[in-house]
């Protein structure tokens, strides 16, 4: 019987003791870098022992001795950054800055590197654009999103169009720090009964000057439906832009790889044609003879020839 109250106790005690302990404590350990890697002669790896806080880092944060750093980006998960750089030699490098994990604690760091030299060929591309093709009720707070495979040159100008053209100026271009994705921000709200296309055209460069060869595009309704016919057509030419052309509407639609394009506009009679860049030089080489074309009809082909003055895919909107 005593044994059996002594059990008791312990237990009664060992319970009443368990309410006043302290919760497991929170990670107070700071991330840690564990290893750089110069990917290539402009790029430059760093892999944490932890996942990151993205929104606590400061990409102002992280210098290189001797080497301008041109952007920062995020890796293949939030233990990776990638540092982005003017081109290296090879020779050591050293690097420091400030980070956080996701449990809010912060982790100085200096590491050094040797420099690669080895030149990146992969041209860059565009790995998603927003809104989605066919979007509807977009007429407040409209925002065009592009965001590509690596950081671009920002230096250098984007070859786009907005449609109508008239609308363009209400849309301001915003990069995001990374140089990895930008935005076109509209000033204002738009009107109903308005169909907007949105065509970035290929031309836009890596930070080793590699040319990206993919357009982004896309193309929604202010309105609440979108009433129209879908087109179909085919080239001979591998990227290029077709233009459609009506008294009261106006479309853009990339010719893909393969020499296809797919747009949905309002039915009715347009003049179309095409234009092609085929060297990635801005002027365009070859233009196709202007085609009526009823979309009742909803394919058509176009034949391209030598353009004889050769102009900026923006200079042949109507």
Not at 66 to 78: A, N
Not at 83 to 100: A, D, I, M, N
Not at 186 to 193: K, N, Q
Not at 204 to 224: C, H, K, M, R, V
Request: proline share 7%; charged share 20%.
């Amino acid at each position: 019987m005593k044994r059996y109250l002594l059990s008791a106790c312990l237990l009664l005690l060992c319970g009443h003791c368990a309410k006043k302990m302290l919760p497991p404590s929170p990670d107070r350990f700071p991330p840690h870098i564990v290893e750089v890697n110069a990917r290539t002669r402009v790029q430059v790896e760093l892999v944490f022992d932890e996942e990151l806080d993205p929104a606590r880092f400061v990409p102002e944060s992280v210098s290189i001795t001797g080497l301008r750093i041109r952007g920062i980006s995020r890796g293949r998960d939030r233990m990776r950054i990638l540092v982005w750089t003017e081109p290296q030699s090879h020779q050591r490098y050293f690097l420091q800055g400030v980070v956080w994990d996701m449990a809010g604690n912060p982790g100085r760091f200096r590491a050094s590197f040797l420099g690669s030299n080895r030149i990146d060929t992969i041209s860059p591309r565009v790995v998603a654009v927003s809104p989605a093709s066919g979007s509807v009720n977009l007429w407040r707070g409209v925002r065009i999103i592009i965001r590509f495979s690596e950081p671009v040159d920002t230096s250098l100008p984007l070859n786009y169009m907005i449609v109508p053209e008239e609308f363009e100026t209400l849309f301001h271009r915003v990069w995001e720090p990374n140089w990895q994705e930008v935005n076109f921000v509209c000033r204002d709200s738009i009107g109903p009964g308005k169909v907007f296309y949105f065509l970035l055209n290929p031309g836009f460069q890596d930070l080793e000057n590699n040319i990206g060869l993919t357009p982004a595009w896309t193309y929604w309704t202010t309105d609440s439906v979108f009433e129209g016919v879908t087109v179909k057509g085919k080239t001979v030419v591998h990227r290029g832009t077709v233009f459609f052309d009506q008294e009261k509407t106006k479309a853009v639609a990339p010719i893909l790889a393969d020499g296809s394009f797919e747009v949905k506009v309002p039915a009715g009679v347009y003049s179309v044609f095409g234009v092609s860049d085929t060297n990635s030089d801005g002027l365009v080489d070859l233009i196709s003879l202007p085609v009526e074309f009823n979309t009742a009809s909803e394919s058509l082909k176009l034949i391209m020839v030598p353009e004889s003055v050769p102009r900026r895919v923006n200079d042949y909107r109507r």
